[in-house]
């Protein structure tokens, strides 16, 4: 009897999830396709490729070690790799791809799809729960969450008689040198120096000296082992802190495993629950992490299903201009915070979600820039960017392009937050307390600019309704808005 043919994505890595769950050597031949379209579409950072890459031959070369018959195909896209063996196989079957690009192609070559288990809310679990809901808060998920999968409940109650510990979560950087603790570097193997000779001449950026990701389920194991025994205890309380300190402080690093299946969200939460209880690591940073993994990673992916593959075009707030310079080039800009973020992001491809989120896409936001634009070098520069994670992240929550779909009001602050939540300000150029001098925090300039210039939109919004009255009361309004398009015009030339 002919075989199946088991196609495995580059972010479906795990023996025990989608097509490979239910396969064997004696039946199924394996494929899997390093795409030239997927290599030569963007501009990708030097550490995301590798990591892709690398980590797929591996998980091939585990995959032969087990006794599968192993296709590791070069094409110019996924399914005209697939095309040319497809012919010898009964089926071809894979999970369903984590992108509508992907559902798309495969589709129409007649890959049979078996439900995406890397998750652990299916797509139509999520619809159902969106389509009973009024608003789609994920403060409401979240909570849907705990209680469906009973993760951290005592009977119907949240353990710890709370749902969430933010007001616990939210403590600055330590002023005084702290002992951030310091995650391993994992050594290159033969697979891992293929990969950086082979993308060495592409047209890519970044820097690849640091080795911070590892490329197998082993790796992934001992990033996991180590931010438990390590990190766990105080991920809590600096879960939103930033400080040039620490690139890392207490986060796990552990959303590219994830979201290339070298670990899985279920059992990542097993874990964290297990030392939860044996180490008694307190509720706060339990729960801090819980949320970020059944919370915010189930959600977004929700999202991005439930809303559709013309989400991502969405520009509600009509930005117009291009990606700033800065984003590209740390030394574009002379703000302590963003170049030092964009610096860490050269090294890594990482950075945690409060710099992402309130700092260089807060300034996408205030600066006008076009959420495709900015959503385009998200993918391309984070080693955790999927699709369906970037899609939301920025049209929906960072960038408020698809009009309050997903959330009621923007994500945007001035330099006040970053001051309080960072250690950046101090070395900076510009004062995070004024708006309208020259040396005004182009964040707290843009802040008052952004709502000015988008009032007819929010200034009915209920949840809005402190930022607008402040805004009213503003003395030197005409003064912030001028210097404000100065901003804009200097960011744009890499002047600010
Ligand atoms: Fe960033 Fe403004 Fe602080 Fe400078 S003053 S580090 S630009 S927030």
Redesign the pocket.
Known sequence: MAKRLIYVAHDNLNLAKGALASASPSTDEIVLIESARMLNSARWHRQRLFFMLSAARHFAAELTRLGYKVHYLKASDTASGILKLKHDFAEVIAAEPSSFRLTKSLSSIGVKFIANDFFMTSRIEFRNWAESQKSLKMENFYRWQRARLDVLMVGAEPEGGRWNFDEENRLAPPKEPHPWPDYPRFERDQIDNEVIEEIANLNLVGSLSEQTWGTTRQAALQQLDFFLSNSFQDFGPYEDAMTSRSWSLYHSLLSPYLNIGLLTADEVVDRALDTFRKKKIPIASCEGFIRQIIGWREYINGIYWFFGEDYREHNQLNSKRRLLPLFEDASATK????STIVKEIENRAWVHHIPRLM?LSNLAALADVRPDEFLAWMRRIFIDAADWVMVPNVIGMSMHADGGQMSTKPYVAG?AY??RM?N??K??????KTRSADDS????TLYWHYLDRNKDLFKKNHRMFQQYSGLRKLKDLDETIARGDNVIDGLLRGEI
């Not at 070395?427 to 995070?432: F, K, N, Q, V």
């Open positions: 703000m302590n915070c963003v700092v330099g970053i001051s960072s950046y300000c070395g900076c150029a510009y004062d995070p925090c182009p964040f707290t």
